[in-house]
């Protein structure tokens, strides 16, 4: 090799050795502190130790070191600690570098006085001396910035909410004594000029403005909310009645009142669905519906559906009017045509019923009329035909973080219904049923499903009773592994489901459940009892369940398959 050329390498070398010799490393370490507070000093000199571009030199290591506490400080203020010792300590081990922090926050800061005074046309208002006499703050606690924060943001939404559209604070400030560590919260709210809804109009539509009128939770004239207008706004798009809903307010600096306009867009007028399928204990089935959705101006509504199957099959027809909300209040007229045939016997009937449904907040109240016909036999016996006439009340009620695939989520149906032989009824009679459902899931990738179902009758004959109105148990939302409906008729009904899904991979999950229960003519009679496993997918149209059930209490254990897809509510 040539000199020059051996000379030019070494240069090299000697230039790339120091280069990587000086690169320095450094460690933080934080002792002393906890919780929130930690976490806020840890981001806040995260975020100045990253503020250094490039590789750390030495003098940006001394630089940090020296800058630190002060950071540190800052980072505790927000939690009340305002008098903060700082033992801090810098070596270094072959250009790794350990800066340790250890903290004593000393007394916290607590809150001595909170002075609040309210300004302007809106002084006396009820609703902001409600929230002052509860404000979230209050004497005697450690003064933390960000529950301050949240405390203003409070206050200012209950006043804007109270129409005072233009409310500021002339005065928010903090007095603290480092002395003997306490804080004096002044806060001076101006409301200003409180301004009012004005008048709704609608887009056009096929409605009569009569029946749109009727949708309006908010009145002309009440004040200005924008959490009311955002309400009112998923109350519409919530509703059957409308596909989209566009709600703004036009506001107007010459005005108080401010009018709303509404923008609608429709469903179609008529929709018709198909379905078919296979269940294990029902065999083919068919499904045909037709929803007809404007039947007047004034929101009336039909739907009729018809099923086929070689266990149940039926004709179900039903007329909506709308009430005095349509939103929470409807009439409803129904006519029900059905052949039912469990294992141990055989119905047709025919109902018409009238009710009333009224919805409040998440809960359900349907009060209902009914009128039954029933020729029905059980086993072998003779057929009997029975009529009643019985009121039915039932409460329901669903809440759920996802109504198609929940994660968490509970449901719950109470009902009510009686008949007297007195009263153009075969025979006298009481019942209940009580159905509830719950599912949490423990781990991001787990669910648990608990169900039950109780039932009670009152009759003294139940051989009097038509069938449709007897309890049976069996099948897939009862016990799996027995057919469908195959255990009964009885009096009583105990139904007790578990059911663990756990991921597998992607939106496949599989499962294993038990399930026990009885529907029979005595409380004590044993229960039937059936478990298995399963395989559950998660659609956009809800899961798709395919179980394997063993009958256990059954002679033989007998094995089923059963399949089911739709809304876990």
């Known amino acids: 090799m040539r000199p020059i050329v051996i000379i030019v390498v070494l240069f090299l070398c000697v230039i790339a050795f120091p280069v990587t010799y000086a690169k320095e490393v450094l460690t933080i370490e934080i002792s ?12 806040r000199l995260d975020i100045e130790q990253a503020s250094y ?9 001394k630089n940090f070191y020296h800058d630190a506490p002060e950071h540190i400080k800052k980072a505790l203020e927000p939690y009340g600690y305002f008098k903060p010792e700082i033992d801090a300590t ?11 922090f250890n903290i004593k926050t000393g007394p916290a800061v607590h809150i001595s006085t909170i002075l609040i005074s309210v300004t302007g046309p809106g002084k006396n208002n009820p609703e902001i001396e409600a929230f002052i006499k509860k404000f979230p703050l209050a004497a005697h606690q450690r003064l933390i910035i960000d529950h ?4 203003k943001e409070a206050f200012f939404e209950v006043v804007n909410n109270q129409g005072y559209l233009k409310a500021k604070l002339d005065k928010k400030e903090i007095l603290i004594n480092t002395q003997n560590h306490t804080a004096q919260i002044i806060l001076e709210m101006n409301t200003g000029t409180q301004y009012y809804f004005g008048s709704i109009h609608y887009s056009q539509s096929p409605y009569a403005s009569s029946f749109l009128k009727r949708f309006n939770t908010i009145q002309e004239g009440q004040p200005f909310s924008s959490l009311k207008l955002l309400q009112y706004q998923q109350e519409l798009s919530g509703s059957r009645y409308f596909k989209n809903v566009s709600v703004t307010p036009e506001f107007d600096q010459t005005s108080q009142h401010i009018p709303t306009k509404v923008d609608i867009t429709l469903p179609k007028s008529q929709q018709y669905n198909i379905g078919a399928g296979y269940g294990t204990f029902t065999g083919p089935r068919l499904t045909l519906g037709m929803d007809m959705r404007r039947i007047s101006d004034a929101g009336q509504h039909f739907t009729a559906q018809m099923k086929l199957s070689s266990v149940l099959s039926g004709l179900s027809a ?10 929470t209040d409807q009439y409803t007229i129904g006519l029900n045509i059905q052949r039912f045939l469990p294992k141990n016997g055989e119905s047709l009937s025919e109902a018409i019923s009238a009710a009333y449904v009224k919805q409040k907040g998440l809960w359900r109240h349907t009060l209902s009329l009914n009128a039954l016909n029933d020729l029905y036999k059980q086993d072998d016996e003779k057929l009997r035909n029975s009529h009643l006439l019985y009121p039915s009340y039932n409460i329901s009620r669903i809440s759920a973080d996802n109504i198609i695939n929940p994660r968490f989520g509970s449901s719950f149906n109470f009902t009510i219904q009686s008949g007297s032989a007195n009263v153009l009824s075969t025979t006298s009679f009481f019942q209940a049923e009580l159905k509830g459902k719950y599912i949490m899931s423990p781990t991001t990738n787990s669910r648990v499903i608990l169900r039950s179902d109780l039932g009670y009758t009152v009759v003294n004959d139940l051989n009097q009773l038509p069938l449709t109105l007897n309890f049976f148990a069996g099948g897939l939302n009862s016990i799996r592994g027995f057919p469908y409906d195959s255990i009964g008729p009885g009096r009583y009904l105990r139904v007790g489901s578990v059911e663990l899904q756990h991921k597998i991979v992607g939106d496949l999950s599989g499962a294993a459940f038990s399930d026990v229960g009885n529907a029979s003519d005595h409380f004590n009679d044993g229960l039937n009892r059936g478990d298995g496993f399963g395989l559950i997918y998660t659609s956009v149209i809800g899961p798709i369940k395919l179980y394997v059930g063993r009958a256990e209490s059954k002679k033989g254990k007998p094995m089923s398959v059963e399949f089911s897809i739709g809304p876990e509510f």
């Open 53 to 61: 571009e490039g590789e750390l030199s030495l003098a940006d290591i």
């Open 32 to 43: 002393g502190i906890e919780g929130d507070a930690l976490s806020n000093v840890q981001t």
């Open 318 to 327: 039903k007329y909506y009017i709308p009430g005095a909300n349509p939103l």
């Open 148 to 151: 301050y924060e949240k405390a």
């Open 90 to 100: 810098l070596t270094e081990d072959h250009s790794l570098w350990h800066a340790r």
